[in-house]
């Protein structure tokens, strides 16, 4: 662009042009902005108007009006943005999505977003698919791949599941047992992506949290299979296990991929053992033999 020339007004309005554009953005959009303004200016200068004219007619939306704004000229008027019906985790995404674009420029995007999204969903409620499809269309890099990866640690649950119940116990490090167990309880098991949520909600450390997870037994940190067995590995269990059924187990469990597996201490049947629980009963003996048989091999 060594023989592009400037009138002095455009060039101070490309600077503020620039200057609105996202930080990360700024080097990489630059040339091409100049490229689009040099052919508006043809041979001549690029001036002022030429500036004006390339961002309403060339700019896509929603940067268009929010640039507009953002050099001084009239905008398009601003359409309230439709009343969206949310579910799964489309509204948390939606805000996370939004936090990418500098303040200023906020208030543009939701309306022009929330209208892209509307004519997606059709009058039907926003799914997080809709959403992740709006980032993977629309949204430019690096934005784009900041965005998925917050997208990532939602994880695939409800995060107002872990605000509700952070809110019901409290935020002090005593109470967090109590919450780790209300969202395992919740969601079956404790994926990382819920023990950064606990984090971001408590201000405990995720480290903290993640010791406490993998210290006690009573934690699953993996998702619990259709069906789920624990083993008690208690020392009347253990003991009683002169068969080694136990092991035989495990074996089973491990080579179905739809049932999980958990060690745990003393069920509270000792005079039974050796036991094992599987879907929340206790079995012993040749039951408990049949009903493995029944859900590894069925
Ligand atoms: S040790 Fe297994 S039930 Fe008590």
């Given at each position: 662009m060594a023989d592009v020339t400037w009138t002095p007004e455009g060039e101070k309005l490309f600077a503020k042009l620039l200057a609105a554009v996202p930080e990360a953005m700024r080097e990489p959009i630059k040339p091409k902005l100049i490229q689009m303004l040099a052919q508006r200016a043809g041979s001549g200068s690029i001036d002022e108007a030429a500036i004006k004219t390339m961002v309403q007619e060339d700019l896509p939306e929603p940067q268009k009006s929010a640039l507009m704004q953002a050099i001084g000229m009239q905008a398009p008027p601003q359409q309230e943005g439709p009343v969206l019906e949310w579910s799964g985790k489309s509204e948390i995404m939606f805000e996370l999505m939004l936090g990418e674009v500098p303040e200023g420029m906020r208030s543009i995007f939701r309306g022009k977003l929330s209208a892209v999204i509307a004519q997606k969903t059709q009058g039907g409620a926003v799914t997080d698919d809709h959403v992740n499809a709006v980032v993977n269309e629309i949204v430019p890099e690096p934005f784009k791949s900041n965005i998925l990866k917050k997208f990532k640690t939602l994880g695939d649950f409800d995060p107002a599941i872990i605000a509700a119940i952070v809110e019901r116990f409290g935020t002090s490090r005593d109470k967090l047992m109590f919450i780790m167990h209300a969202v395992q309880d919740e969601i079956g098991y404790l994926p990382r992506e819920a023990m950064l949520a606990i984090s971001d909600k408590t201000g405990i450390p995720v480290s903290a949290i993640y010791s406490v997870a993998s210290f006690y037994?009573?934690?699953?940190l993996q998702r619990p299979g259709a069906h789920h067995v624990k083993l008690c590995c208690g020392t009347a269990c253990h003991i009683h296990d002169t068969a080694g059924v136990g092991r035989e187990i495990e074996h089973k469990i491990a080579a179905s991929p739809g049932v999980s597996i958990e060690k745990t201490l003393c069920l509270g049947c000792c005079d039974c053992a050796p036991v094992v629980e599987i879907d929340g009963k206790v079995y012993k003996g040749a039951e408990a033999q049949a009903k493995i048989d029944s859900i590894t091999l069925g």
């Open positions: 037994k009573a934690f699953r």
